[in-house]
């Protein structure tokens, strides 16, 4: 099986690099300054334990990858990017191909089942970060992540078995489900998380903003009638799998909505995580003032190209409505 790894940031970055560094045959397609780094001197993958550079082909465009039925392709641009992605990728590809949606959110999945006919959910739990181009660093050793794996919206098949198992001989750990969905809905609660990094900077995220975007995150999955993954069967899958170290005597920064700001990227993830407890909330009657307000400040800052944590939290929390 040949992964092609549909955008080389930090998720598809590392993914990729640890794929191709235990023998799998691995192909990026990435775009931009990215491209041109990766193209030219490999990809660079910094581990608390060790600096790799590792020449990964490259192409620019799905069009070059002259994608096969049995390829399997995980999906890692960014949700606002998904569509314009899949479509390019319909293009050479048949809608019998393998898609694996390795991103934050549950709408990617909906997205892919438009145009291919075997989609994915991976669940993914892996500290990664990419702020320079042609550089991925995971912050975890010597497991790099939990990748949890499954048809979706549910079922197993040998497909995805055997992406669990080439993953697990490649320092992650993966699952392989028949009920993925659950699994990312519970992760997309944690991912209220990534707005108020955004907002207020990281030192925020385990405040009292972030466990009322929760609150109401969870308020909508109940009303809505959403089964997804609690906080306990979470803990007790991760157990003590991730142990976390510096790369480069630092630790870790933001999550990814941090790193897309932090990267002047002009857009961001927001309206899929945050603001699909505000659309939830909407379609089930349920109020969701905090996440409605995270979501309009970290659009802002977006377009506007401003630094991550441009507001307190205290302001944040002095803009709700009062209750």
Known sequence: MRVVVYGAGAVGGVIGAKLFQHGHEVTFIARGRN????????IRLETPDETSTLRVPVVQDPLAVSPHVSDTVILTVKSQDTLAALQ???QVASPDTAIVCGQNGVENERVALRLFKNVYG?????PATHLEPGVVQVYASPISGLLDVGRWPAGKDDTIEELARMLNASTFDSVARDDIARWKWGKL???LGNAVEA???PQARPGVLWQRAAEEGTAVMDAAGIDYVQHEEDAQRRGSLLNYGQVGGRERGGGSTWQSLTRATGSIETDFLTGEIVLQGRLHGVATPVN?????????LATQHQSPGFWSEDEVLAMLPSE
């Not at 991976?122 to 892996?126: A, D, I, W």
């Not at 409605?292 to 802002?300: G, I, S």
């Open 292 to 300: 409605e307000v995270l979501q309009k400040l970290a659009n802002q």
């Open 88 to 90: 390019r990728l319909a």
């Open 199 to 201: 907002v207020c900077g």
């Open 35 to 42: 491209f041109d780094v990766l193209s030219k001197n490999g």
């Open 122 to 126: 991976m669940c993914v739990m892996t």
């Open 189 to 191: 609660l944690m991912n």
